[in-house]
């Protein structure tokens, strides 16, 4: 796509920058620099109160759905139409301050440039913050923006139960966001989202700009293995029925698949709880969780396939039981080449070093590619941490990206599908 004569704006990065520190002292893990606002938590909800609060303090039309998405808008009709940034404000447990927040506050601050340069634009621009997309709550990620596009219904949503024994709506009434507005939501014209790679590959090879051509398709998988409560000290090993076993196996199994698979195959086990949990008690039962993911959907099949006949050849033998469940399943995406495109000619236009690359992690983004045009933007995380309150953007890098960002948006309201 040939590069528009587009307007142009500086954004504020001292702004940004304060805003940024600004919203994580809500939920501040004392001693860091990171934050915690599990989904629908008071902390979420306060985070929430403060950028609508800023959404607002810019005369934007402001409007919150019935799963808690929240959208701001240049135009007084709403976002259809606009060329929109977003992300999401909620954190894991031990989440750092960038994850999310980098993308809403950015794509406000653009906004907020733009108004104040008087700049006439052929289209709206808006920007949104998703529910839940961390996950770490409620199942599946990404919920409010699978909602926002039709791929979940909202009853659905609503009836989640938590990992507390919570319920989405029932959180959604306490802390005052469960909204009126349509869910399924508007179409935009574009959307746009800034993101920290999460990963370590462009601080390795000291690159600004990641021009992000698709995310990794994601299955998400919970196994519960049962078997037989015993005796640590009388029961023979040749009797035992060790869910504990099995699970062990399973994580060398889900490694071993990744490594034979090979590519951008990735397999981990990231949670597992045995019950009883006693020093000198076979357990009864382990429940644990297999995370894979590939940028292919056919070798991600391939690697549940294989995950699935491993996980039945251990459990026979050791005579466990096993109840599988999906949590989540996403398949690969892939963004719009025009976008990708604009991303990656305006950068190099502005002299920022840039590499295609897939994204390991799930987006917000991947969910707006079905409805619209859709890009997105990293910029660097240093060593690759996050989900850590040690997580860090070093801040020049935070600026470049919110400006490509507002570069990307504004050529894009020049552009005719």
């Not at 995370?291 to 699935?308: C, G, K, P």
């Not at 240093?382 to 990206?401: C, M, Q, V, Y």
């Amino acid at each position: 796509m040939a590069l528009p004569n587009s307007p142009s704006v500086s954004i504020n990065g001292e702004r940004l920058l304060e805003r940024i520190a600004e919203l994580a002292q809500i939920g501040e893990i004392e001693g860091t620099k990171g934050c915690s606002r599990l989904a629908f938590t008071d902390g979420d909800r306060d985070g929430r109160d403060l950028v609508v609060t800023w959404m607002r303090d810019l005369g934007l039309t402001v409007t919150i759905d019935a799963v808690g998405n929240v959208v701001a808008s240049t135009n007084s009709d709403g976002a259809s139409g606009a060329v929109m940034a977003g992300s999401h404000i909620d954190t894991v447990g031990t989440g750092g301050r960038y994850d999310g927040n980098l993308g809403v506050l950015a794509g406000l601050e653009v906004i907020e440039a733009t108004l104040a340069a008087g700049i006439e634009l052929a289209r709206p621009l808006a920007v949104a913050f998703f529910s839940n997309e961390e996950g770490s709550r409620y199942p599946p990620d990404m919920m409010g923006s699978l909602a926002y596009v039709g791929g979940m219904s909202v009853e659905a949503v609503l009836e989640v139960e938590g990992s507390d024994g919570t319920v989405v709506g029932e959180e959604l009434d306490r802390i005052g966001y469960r909204g009126s507005a349509p869910c399924p939501g508007v179409t935009p014209h574009a959307f746009v989202e800034l993101h920290i790679e999460q990963g370590p590959v462009l601080d390795k090879e000291d690159i600004q700009i990641g021009v992000v051509e698709g995310v990794q398709g994601i299955s998400w998988t919970e196994l519960t293995l049962v078997g037989q409560s015993n005796h640590a000290g009388t029961t023979p090993m040749s009797l035992r029925r060790d869910p504990m076993r099995v699970a062990a196996e399973v994580v060398v199994a889900a490694r071993s698949i990744a490594s034979e698979i090979g590519g951008s195959q990735v397999a981990t086990v990231g949670s597992l709880h045995l019950h009883p949990n006693l020093v000198n008690v076979v357990p009864a039962s382990a429940t644990m969780t297999v995370d894979l993911r590939n940028t292919d959907e056919a070798l991600l099949q391939l690697a549940e396939e294989q995950l699935r006949i491993r996980v039945a050849a251990i459990a026979e033998d050791e005579d466990v039981t096993v109840e599988s469940r999906s949590l989540a399943r996403f398949e690969p995406v892939e963004f719009d080449e025009r976008v990708v495109e604009q991303i990656e000619l305006l950068a190099e236009k502005t002299g920022l070093s840039t590499k295609r690359m897939p994204s390991g992690a799930g987006h917000d983004a991947q969910m707006m590619a079905r409805i619209c045009p859709t890009g997105m933007i990293f910029v660097p995380s240093l060593d690759g941490i996050s989900h850590n309150p040690a997580e860090h953007t070093d801040e020049k890098d935070l600026i470049a990206g919110a400006q490509l960002l507002s570069d990307t948006m504004l050529a894009l309201t020049e552009v005719d599908w």
